[in-house]
């Protein structure tokens, strides 16, 4: 859940206090001010905030005043339901639907630096991409660059699972730690025994546990950059 989805669900909680303490005020001063029972002043708010504007008692300025707040923060508490709505569920169903359906994708496991260039240049060449990350703003940021994107771990089987994993054509590990690229590599070959896995390498000393994993191309970003700045300067 994002920071928006919480934030909105939070003012929704009080909201909702804020409309009970006023409706029980209301009730109150008019169970006092019409000497009647809680139940019968209750009823008497009630009806009143159901037939705004239709005279009678709604003259009294009282019951004009406990109209409009009441409706006010009724349509701010609908419009806050209506992006939960759009966001969680007409939003997550969508995406789960797409995702649903792929087949021969690719999946980006980390999306830090190297992972967004990755998936931006799979896009890029008209490749169907799944990107899996656990930093909520991240994970937010991609969705709205229109990206397929599942909050989690990669080395999660189920997350994996939830990215179709066993119908995608490859997979790149590149996370920040070698451990877990190796151990995605192990878990990904496990899940589907054809994948083609390229992963990142952040130590030259851990390539043969990378190869051992299973791993059909390893990349080291320092090593192949610094290649590049070599190879280009040498040309001027």
Known sequence: MNQETKQALKELRVILVIIFIF?????????????????NAFQTVFMHILSAGTGGV????????????????????FE??????????????????????????YI????????????????????????????????????????????GDGINEDTLEKARIKTA??????????SKNVFLILTAKDLNPAIKIAARLND????????????DVIVAPEVAGGYELAEKIAKI
């Not at 409706?23 to 139940?39: C, E, H, N």
């Open 169 to 178: 054509k490859g997979i790149i590990a590149c996370t920040s730690e070698d």
């Open 108 to 151: 980006v496991c980390g999306a830090g630096r190297v992972g967004m260039h990755a998936a931006e240049k799979l896009k890029k060449a008209g490749k169907h991409v799944v990107v899996i990350d656990n930093d909520c703003p991240r994970v937010e940021f991609l969705r709205r660059r229109g990206y397929s994107v599942i909050e």
């Open 23 to 39: 409706i029980f005020a209301a009730t109150l001063i008019i169970s006092i001010y019409s000497r009647v029972d809680i139940f």
């Open 58 to 77: 709604l003259g009294n300025i009282f019951y004009v005043i406990i109209v409009f707040l009441t409706l006010g923060v009724t349509f701010y508490m």
């Open 80 to 105: 806050k339901v209506i992006m939960l709505l759009s966001e969680i569920k007409v939003g997550g169903i969508l995406m789960k639907l797409k995702i649903s359906s792929l087949k021969n994708h």
């Open 204 to 215: 030259q000393n851990a390539k043969a546990e990378f190869e051992r994993a299973g791993a």
